[in-house]
């Protein structure tokens, strides 16, 4: 084997396949070691069993369009909700700027499907007691005959009369260092009547009045830094809110009553509630009469802008109306996935029955190369389920099965063209050559399209189509690696072997079947050369095999000669080729 | 016994001895695509309109599987104990599988009626799927679905036009598209299958592959017709017509390759699976594929001929072929093969 040449150029590439697999199982394996990366692709919720819910947002009481920011927001509430509820593995994500998707395992109670559903709402309510300082836990409850009993109707929002015997109970029956109570509300309390409430943030416990301004009476709300009297910064973090003119009316009236509690009475603070826990509870320092307040405190940028994004969200309370809800039954998409395989792999012994029958062992080729295609995308599904959260679903297992058809055609029309070339009168090695020349061209061009249709589908479409459109567009990739990687340096290699390289009548690339006549000598016997030399010494062969460039170069008297002596040619050859026939029956 | 051998065959469409007048009999097959086309779009009309699944009619649909017992009627009392103003229909889709489909039914409807299903069939909650799909979810899926098509058709024109320097080239391969996707539809619509977002799948995954199938092909004209303005051998129409035969052999494995998978798919999907995804969308699939792989050769290439036939080279070239024909035949006798 000579050092350099088509053979070890062919050698060199192999290694680099050799090289990309060990690089990718290495990844993989690394990543199952170290972190929590699988051998075995992730299942959508097809196949897998589950609930998926694509929900759409509805702006309440307005036909105002969502922004990304919004439906963002919106997603954050959801997973926030139901990271709460305790499902574990819940997916939440968008869908082409407009739904949302809840992927869930197993069947989500009504509890939790109620709680996805449900707009957020955010309440500004009055203190009457309870603080962050104190005690969060359960206390032993007060006896019975030291319940307050209300004397009088209450007057304000901030009157303790509201405080009953039963509400003081539950005040001190809630635990706010349980994850149950901090978990969001189910259904929203009442606005005209008291409720006790947790903050997750600084395990406070509250008992707080009736409603008294509506997050949506928020115009806008923002954070930065505090501005002293003269205009300097003051380096501390600060939110503020702009309510509307009603909302501000109705701030200023608040302000002005809590301001008239001392610093140190709960009754003084008041508590921005978002769907059940308590978002914030700042104290009232000044009467806001233009409902511009500013609630400062021990923020930090992020926690600032966390709760500006909050207050937002608040002005615009969005609700989910269900599009559609699919439970998948685990038994449903076991059966699916296990049919879906069987499908696969019948389809793939047809295709390697079909391969072998047409190409005799050339066939070989083209089912090592559809395994190597196989697990090179096998391994990216995998990777790519770790670091992407891909997740493989039945449209997905379909669009890998029609790419078996897709990428064996890649090595079909490699394979003609090699026949063609061979057919031309070309040796092997050189047939191999030329025919790559021509079948890299119309394969690049074949699989453009190809990934053309799966990147605009995987970007415009919807729901089920993305998966399809993906591994349709990943088989496409590993499609073109594994021609350029291993069908081609292998059949190069292939090309120098006695068994191919002679044409032995089962190699698929027999000269005689293919109709060249002048290596066959009638009554089955083939007259074996060096097919290198062959194609060096055999002046007709090679004529009639360059003919298309030769022709623009001849005169016209030339050109004719030729043409007639082609043509002569070529029908002897299936003249030939008829006999042959003949003696083979 | 003369034995029929693909290789043999592909010897005698390779050297022209055996050739399908593929662009010559063009109006015969314009013809049959013309009428395959019309068919198609009477059969929905005849029919009625489209079988419109859930996802586009709207409501609640409730699959049960390992069935013992497939009484129908046990599915519909179960349905109509809790809902007793709705009207389900209970088909038993494949072995110990039911299918029931009713009105958009409240969530807590759905609920009590998954229960009641469980109960009427003697299964477990593992067994039963259920599916409530409010009625503009169909819409959303099947007009993102039209963007896409139009998205992927202008840009795959373009880049067609952009490599092979020709826009006929395009509206060649464009209009055997259109052909492959009527006639899908109306063989879709004939089978009586639902329309599920799975076949829609199917048909923008044929749009690929029909367009795929052409480029292979008409890289192989690209290369025949290449240095046409030298040569007098074949007129345009001929070399195009070779590229096909040529091709033919190609063509014929590629679809049978592509098929073979599709179809065990779909036989699978139809016989054990019934309704659902597999089977929606390989019929699409099985469909496409035959008639992406037809179309090429029978709609696209001679559309592109006959396109390019008038065009003042073309026609001086074919005058060129023709004298030196006529010439050789009142002179020397040359042998057969052209």
């Not at chain 1, 070339?421 to 790559?436: I, K, T």
Request: charged fraction near 20%; proline fraction near 5%.
């Amino acid at each position: 084997m000579p050092r350099t040449g088509p053979g070890s150029a062919a050698k060199r590439t192999l290694v680099w396949l050799g090289v990309l697999f060990a690089l990718l199982a290495i990844l993989l394996g690394g990543g199952s070691l170290w972190s929590n990366a699988s051998w075995v692709p992730k299942l959508a919720l097809d196949l897998e069993g589950g609930t998926q819910m694509i929900l759409a947002p509805e702006v309440q009481g307005g036909g105002e369009e969502i922004t990304p920011e919004q439906l963002d927001q919106a997603v954050e509430i959801i997973r926030q909700r139901v990271d709460g509820s305790g499902v574990a593995e819940a997916e939440i994500s968008t869908q082409s700027g407009q739904n949302v998707i809840v992927s869930l395992p197993g069947v989500p109670d009504a509890e939790t499907r109620e709680l996805i559903q449900a707009s957020a709402q955010m309440e500004f309510r009055p203190v009457l007691m309870g603080g962050a300082g104190q005690a969060p836990a359960a206390e032993t409850p007060t006896p019975e005959e030291e319940l307050p009993t209300p004397t009088a109707e209450p007057t304000d929002a901030s009157d303790p009369n509201w405080i009953t015997a039963e509400v003081l109970q539950e005040f001190e029956a809630t635990d706010c260092t349980s994850p149950e109570a901090l978990a969001p509300a189910t259904e929203p309390a009442p606005p005209d009547l008291p409720m006790v409430a947790c903050d997750p943030g600084t395990q406070g416990k509250y008992i707080l009045g009736p409603v008294e301004v509506m997050g949506t009476q928020i115009d806008s709300a923002d954070y930065g830094m505090a501005r002293g009297a003269q205009g300097q910064s003051l380096n501390q973090w600060v939110v503020n809110i702009q309510f509307d003119s009603e909302g501000s009316e109705k701030f200023r009236e608040v302000t002005e009553r809590l301001f008239a509690f001392q610093q140190g009475d709960p009754r003084n603070q008041f508590a921005i509630v978002l769907d059940g826990t308590i978002v914030s509870a700042p104290t009232t320092n000044v009467v806001i009469p233009d409902g511009r307040p500013q609630i400062s405190g021990n923020f930090t940028e992020e926690s600032a802008a966390a709760l500006a994004e909050q207050l937002k969200y608040g002005a615009l309370p969005i609700s989910f109306e269900i599009q559609s809800e699919q439970q998948i039954s685990a038994t449903l998409g076991a059966d699916q996935l296990r049919l879906g395989m069987i499908a696969g792999i019948i389809g793939l012994i047809l295709v390697a029955v079909y391969s072998l029958f047409q190409y005799r062992m050339l066939g070989l080729l083209t089912i090592s190369s559809l395994v190597v295609a196989g697990v090179l995308t096998y391994l990216a599904i995998c990777i790519l389920g770790w670091t992407e959260n891909y997740r493989l679903s039945l449209a997905g297992v379909a669009g890998l099965i029609v790419a078996i058809g897709q990428t064996a055609d890649s090595f079909i029309v490699y394979f003609e063209r090699i026949r063609d070339e061979l057919r031309d009168g070309r040796g092997l090695v050189s047939a191999v050559e030329n025919g790559w020349r021509r079948a890299k061209r119309t394969v690049l061009a074949s699989k453009a399209v190809n990934l053309l249709a799966a990147v605009v589908l995987y970007f415009v479409a919807v729901g089920n189509v993305r998966g399809f459109a993906f591994t349709l567009g990943l088989t496409a990739v590993a499609d073109l690696i594994v021609v350029f990687l291993f069908t081609h340096p292998m059949l190069r290699l292939m090309a120098k072997t006695r068994f191919f390289g002679e044409g032995h009548r089962w190699s698929g690339l027999d000269p005689a079947k293919l109709g060249v006549l002048p290596f066959y000598r009638g009554a089955g016997r083939v007259r074996h050369r060096p097919v290198e030399k062959l194609e060096e010494d055999d002046p007709r062969g090679r004529k009639s095999a360059a003919a298309g460039e030769a022709q623009r170069r001849q005169t016209i008297a030339e050109r004719r000669l030729a043409q007639q002596e082609a043509e002569q040619q070529k029908a002897m050859a299936a003249r030939g080729q008829g006999s042959k026939e003949e003696d083979n029956s | 016994m003369s034995r029929f051998s693909f290789s043999n065959f592909g010897n005698e469409l390779y050297s022209g001895k055996r050739s399908y007048g593929f662009v010559e009999k063009r109006k015969l097959w314009f013809l049959i695509a013309g009428a395959a086309v019309l068919l198609s779009l009477l059969i929905p009309v005849v029919k009625g309109g489209f079988n419109l699944g859930i996802d586009f009619r709207g409501g609640s649909e409730f699959t049960v599987s390992n069935v013992q017992d497939t009484d129908i009627t046990a599915g519909e009392q179960a349905v109509t104990n809790v809902v007793p103003e709705a009207v389900p229909r209970v088909t038993n889709i494949a072995p110990q599988t039911m299918r029931v489909q009713t009105e958009r039914l409240s969530d807590d409807e759905t609920l009590s009626v998954r229960d009641a299903l469980i109960g009427a069939y003697d299964v477990t909650a593992e067994d039963v799927t259920s599916n409530f799909v409010g009625p503009t979810w169909g819409e959303d899926v099947s007009r993102q679905a039209i963007v896409g098509l139009i998205v992927f058709v202008a840009l795959a024109a373009v880049l067609m036009a952009f490599y092979f320097r020709t826009w006929k080239m395009s509206v060649a391969a464009m209009t055997a598209l259109v052909v492959v996707m009527i006639v899908t539809a109306g063989i879709y619509s004939l089978s009586d299958f639902e329309v599920t977002p799975s076949a829609v799948i199917g048909f923008l995954t044929i749009l690929s592959y029909s367009l795929y199938d052409t480029v292979v092909v008409f890289d192989k004209v690209r290369e025949n017709t290449a240095d046409l303005d030298v040569s007098t051998k074949r007129t345009f129409g001929e070399q195009v017509n070779l590229a096909v035969n040529q091709t033919l052999v190609r063509s014929i494995n590629t679809s049978v390759v592509a098929v073979l998978p599709v179809a065990s798919i779909l036989f699978i999907g139809a016989l054990l699976l019934g309704a659902g995804t597999l089977r929606d969308l390989s019929l699409a699939l099985f469909v496409g594929i035959i008639m992406g792989t037809l179309t090429t050769v029978f709609v696209a290439a001679p559309m592109y001929a006959m396109l390019r036939m008038n065009e003042p080279e073309i026609k001086k070239q074919e005058k060129r072929v023709l004298h030196r024909r006529s010439l050789e035949e009142s002179g020397q006798e040359v042998p057969a093969g052209s």
